[in-house]
């Protein structure tokens, strides 16, 4: 029989299905023979051309939404049983990592919040323990509940009471950091009216934004080898700032910097494309910076100042361009901005491939530390890290982060954020090169 003449065949048998007999209608009505065929000639019937597919998607629309509330259910159950459970494990857990050390203190957990993706926990420290204690425990436990990355906060239990014991506030994100964070436009400062304003660069654990503080850290030192995503990276923070109606010297020591060919075109910024220009940048940031402390000599107030940035791209090889041309004033000239524009809301963004404070010269260095956030952009030596981000450094912290455009380790930026893992954000219309 031709596939036609099955699919006739089952078009006559299949009222027997529509009526409710089903099978064993069938079955009964018409010879086995017959039956089988007419089996086989519905399967064919509903499982090819258009109306086998327009049953698919009417059943898939009834199905879909029970399907995702179902999926919703689990997941809220499992999250429920996970913040069940890892107060009943806790004991345990601690002495599973060595921590449960009756001498020493053991540690104790006071709140614990689980979603799917974070658990942010609150434990109160036994007042024994040093940073390197709490650090290890921080990473042992975070690695103990599935965790990729995990962000610390320290603080007195009473803040009135120095001996006190100290709360350790755990945001374990069992996602890890995205490989790249682009975003459409400029973000929005975080303003503090009490305490100045932040300037976002990244995303950190859990999602939280990374921010330079630029009123605690006025300036930043960024280290990077080649192809890291740095020019990317400087290109959206001279657009950040100047959204913000920050004015902008952008100055780069290569001679033509992809990522950087229509900054003329935003309000704010001039890019500075030669050397003579470039030193009369500098020179105007300099006086500039007399002309504020003089007028603050007058109202006694820092009040309605404008921050104004001079970023400058490829740091050593504009130094020793200077030096070569005989205007090595100019380079000292932007070290003074390190040390005494700060106040005045200059700041300094000096970007090469490994920072090295000596570069200030005239004893300036120690100052500068005090006044700089530190970026390192891909993977460094422990010694090349400590050179961008100082003695704050956590000795702990992994250097050898994933090999990604952007991803970097970040210190010293202000409101006690110490060093973390990070990815830094880029424009994505301009891309990460």
Known sequence: MTRRGLKQLAGRHLPFLAGGAGVGGIAAAVPWPW???????????????PRAERIRERFAALSG???????????????????????ERWPSLMAELGFADAAAGAPTLDA??????????????PVKWGPGTWRKYAAAVSGALGGQEVDVQVEPVDPRD?????????????????????????PAFLVDEQRGDGVPVGVGVAGRPVVWWIDERPHLAIAADTRTGKSAFLRFLISTVAAHGCTVDAISGKTATAEWHNL??????TYHRNATAEF??????????QARYAEFDRSGTWHGVTPHFVIID?????????????????????????????????????ATHRWNLDQLGNGQASTAREQMGGIQIGRASRDALRM???????????????????????????????????QLAYLDRVGAS
């Open 65 to 87: 939404p029970a399907t995702a509330a179902a999926a919703k259910t689990r997941a809220r159950t499992t999250t429920r049983r996970a913040e069940q459970s890892i107060p």
């Open 162 to 186: 120095p001996g006190a014991p100290r709360r350790l506030g755990l945001t374990i994100d069992k996602r890890g950091l995205p490989d790249r964070y682009a975003v459409d436009s400029p």
């Open 112 to 125: 614990v919040t689980v979603t799917p993706d974070v658990i942010d926990a609150q434990v109160t420290m």
């Open 388 to 422: 961008v981000l100082g003695d704050d450094m956590d000795p702990d912290v992994d250097a050898d982060i994933p090999d990604l455009k952007g991803r970097a380790i970040v210190g010293s930026l202000g409101r006690g954020l110490g060093t973390q893992v990070c």
């Open 314 to 350: 490829e740091l050593a090889q504009w130094i020793g361009a200077s030096k070569a041309k005989g205007r090595m004033e100019a380079a000292q000239a932007a070290f003074n901005l390190v040390s005494q524009g700060g106040e005045a809301r200059i700041h300094f963004v000096g």
């Open 264 to 269: 003329d075109q935003l309000g704010g910024v």
């Open 280 to 289: 009369v940048a500098i020179r105007e940031a300099t006086e500039l910076m």
């Open 35 to 49: 039956t089988v065929t007419a089996g086989v000639a519905c399967a064919v019937a509903f499982t090819r051309g």
